[in-house]
């Protein structure tokens, strides 16, 4: 659920970042903090365990461009994605406007990887939304591993409505800002959408 | 979607802030301001050149999410105010008509009690302007939504590097 200021000529949308443990989102999002210049970036929020494992979310604060004058800015959101912390996630979710699905490549985390997608979905749900409708980009990442997983097999059990989905290394960047800037796209046609129709 | 946008005009972002301003001198504060449950800051008053408001309001948005899971957990519907004490600086935080989040930074130069006493106060007033907001929003035409006349060209131009 974004949030227009027509006062202060504001767009601000809420991106959520979401997959298995260790699959990648906190790398996705310290990497794009940083890249990006200072003057277009807040403060990289992370509430991390001491072992670096996400305890609640990360959070980073972005500022785009603008849109008929309007200045665009994204928050990017990541959820823990240990098992357990499904609370904070559905938490997270709420007033989303797009998500990212960051898929752990390697073979091994592929039941991992379904059951986080199924999660998703419910999550979704519970908070009012439909998976089928919300804007969704699917990262594999991890492709430079030795075991990593065969693209289209990765593609027939995790993104079976072909949404966009890119091959990530996110500890070198490897289309991190291909997806960032694909979910970014996708939220802003699906605003235009929603407007349109009403 | 789940629900609708949140839609700020000017007329109400004038209301809201001289609000926000006179809360911030009755209740001798040093930093208020007001975010959306989704963490999104509306807007801020008081000391706040020095501080992130906007990671202020995205940690406020989960304090009270985490807090309102905790409340469903022993049958509470919501914890409508939070306190946050600390050597110098105190947060007070409130749930304002169930949709925005209220926080007011205060020190010494002010008292729980007294920013207690204020933000009840402003609680209604602020209320009062979020209902007229949202009544106006469902009446207005959706014409006037800036993304109504966006083009596919205008999106492309934000990833121009």
Known sequence: ?198 | MAGPSLIMYEEEFNQINKVLEKLTKEANAKIVFLVDKNGQLISAYGETKNIDTTSLASLTAGNIAATGGLAKLIGEKEFSILFHEGEKDNIHISIIGQRVILVVIFDHRSSLGLVRLRVKKTGDELSAIFSKLIKKVEKEPQAASPFSEITDEDIENLFKD
């Open chain 1, 1 to 198: 659920m974004s949030f227009i200021n027509y006062s202060s000529r504001e767009i601000n949308c809420k991106i959520v970042y979401y997959g298995p443990g260790l699959g990648g989102k906190t790398t996705n999002l310290q990497y794009i903090y940083d890249k990006m210049s200072p003057d277009t970036k807040g403060k990289l929020i992370s509430l991390a365990t001491e072992t670096e494992r996400t305890l609640f979310f990360d959070f980073l604060p972005l500022a785009l461009g603008d849109i008929r004058g309007f200045k665009t800015r994204f928050q990017l959101y990541t959820v823990p994605g240990q098992v357990f912390y499904d609370a904070s996630r559905k938490l997270i979710l709420r007033g989303v406007d797009g998500v990212v699905f960051v898929a752990d490549s390697q073979i091994e985390r592929m039941d991992a990887n379904i059951e986080s997608l199924e999660n998703l979905k419910l999550n979704l749900k519970e908070n009012g939304y439909d998976f089928e409708r919300v804007p969704f980009v699917m990262q594999y990442n991890k492709r430079d591993l030795p075991n990593a997983a065969e693209l289209q097999e990765m593609r027939t059990i995790l993104n079976p409505k072909s949404s966009p989905d890119f091959e990530g290394v996110a500890t070198k960047g490897i289309a991190v800002f291909e997806t960032l800037k694909a979910i970014a796209k996708l939220v802003l046609v699906e605003m235009k959408r929603s407007t349109a129709v009403r």
